[in-house]
């Protein structure tokens, strides 16, 4: 039986960062820093970042 060999597929990766709360979105630094070590984390394991989302809603709105 001839089997192929399995092909890579590329993974690409998105990092989505939220703010929370009113203060938070005015503020911009926790959003930041989320965005950031996002992207880093993503770094230091070799993946692609792709795109880069930046959201602002509460957990409590959003109908969960």
């Known amino acids: 039986i001839h089997q192929e060999e399995p092909q ?3 993974v690409r990766h ?9 203060a938070q979105e005015r503020d911009g630094t926790p959003i930041d820093t989320q965005d950031w070590a996002c992207v ?3 770094q230091a394991k070799n993946w ?3 795109e880069r989302i930046r ?3 509460s957990g409590s709105t959003l109908g969960v």
Do not use: C, F, I
Not at 14 to 22: E, G, P
């Open 55 to 57: 959201g602002t809603a």
């Open 48 to 50: 692609t970042v792709v």
């Open 14 to 22: 998105l990092v989505y960062s939220r703010a929370s709360t009113d």
């Open 8 to 10: 890579m597929v590329p």
């Open 40 to 42: 880093e984390y993503a």
